[in-house]
T-cell receptor, first 112, second 115 residues
Framework: KNEVEQSPQNLTAQEGEFITINCSYS?????LHWLQQHPGGGIVSLFM???GKKKHGRLIATINIQEKHSSLHITASHPRDSAVYIC??????????????FGKGTKLSVKP | KAGVTQTPRYLIKTRGQQVTLSCSPI?????VSWYQQTPGQGLQFLFE???????NKGNFPGRFSGRQFSNSRSEMNVSTLELGDSALYLC??????????????FGEGSRLTVL
């Protein structure tokens, strides 16, 4: 079982829809990153969270440390939001301390 | 302000050769981390450097190594290349917190093909 699980793997939405991408992890963490990767490979950092909630424009990220779960929400989705969204956690314990552990990503396609 | 620069962008090597990839961070950034991305395994953490010292290392064999210079530029080296090393290699820079506490700024990557 992967230490970081994302759901769904693929998501197709209509423009304007509210989107939620989930990330669950099984290890102790000190922080969690949400990343966006567009076709062609470029990766952009969206959020870095260690607790609570952060908002940037139409994007909202939340984390529940006790439940080992984070969500990324996109309000009023737009075709330009089409990308792969990747969750990555910073390990807290043992051999993975300070290392980034990645989920497999969620491929989002927003149709006009 | 210039972004993170990786060179070369594309390269082709044969099995058994070695390769060196370079990463120039954003000016003022002291942390550089490296990643391997393949279709099968996705993104995997290689290592992180801060002030010329390796701060963390992922689960990769000793053929993968890196270093950081006093100007924060970093190189990674892969020796005795195998077909499975074909991948996109990405680096990211961060002000000081690095992967633990800082925002990561990624380069465009170096795409390595091993024949």
């Amino acid at each position: 079982k992967n230490e970081v699980e994302q759901s769904p793997q693929n998501l197709t939405a209509q423009e304007g829809e509210f989107i939620t991408i989930n990330c669950s992890y099984s290890v102790g963490i000190s922080a969690l990153h949400w990343l966006q990767q567009h076709p062609g490979g470029g990766i952009v950092s969206l959020f870095m969270l260690s607790s609570g909630k952060k908002k940037h424009g139409r994007l909202i990220a939340t984390i529940n440390i006790q439940e080992k779960h984070s969500s990324l929400h996109i309000t009023a989705s737009h075709p330009r939001d089409s990308a792969v969204y990747i969750c990555a956690v910073v390990g807290l314990d043992g051999g993975s301390q300070g290392n980034l552990i990645f989920g497999k990503g969620t491929k989002l396609s927003v149709k006009p | 302000k210039a972004g993170v620069t990786q060179t070369p962008r594309y390269l082709i090597k044969t099995r058994g050769q070695q390769v060196t990839l370079s990463c120039s961070p954003i000016s003022g950034h002291r942390s550089v981390s490296w990643y391997q991305q393949t279709p099968g395994q996705g993104l995997q953490f290689l290592f992180e450097y801060f002030s010329e010292t390796q701060r963390n290392k992922g689960n990769f064999p000793g053929r993968f190594s890196g270093r950081q210079f006093s100007n924060s530029r970093s190189e990674m080296n892969v020796s005795t290349l195998e077909l499975g090393d074909s991948a996109l290699y990405l680096c990211a820079s961060s002000l000081s917190g690095g992967v633990r506490t800082g925002e990561l700024f990624f380069g465009e990557g170096s795409r390595l093909t091993v024949l």
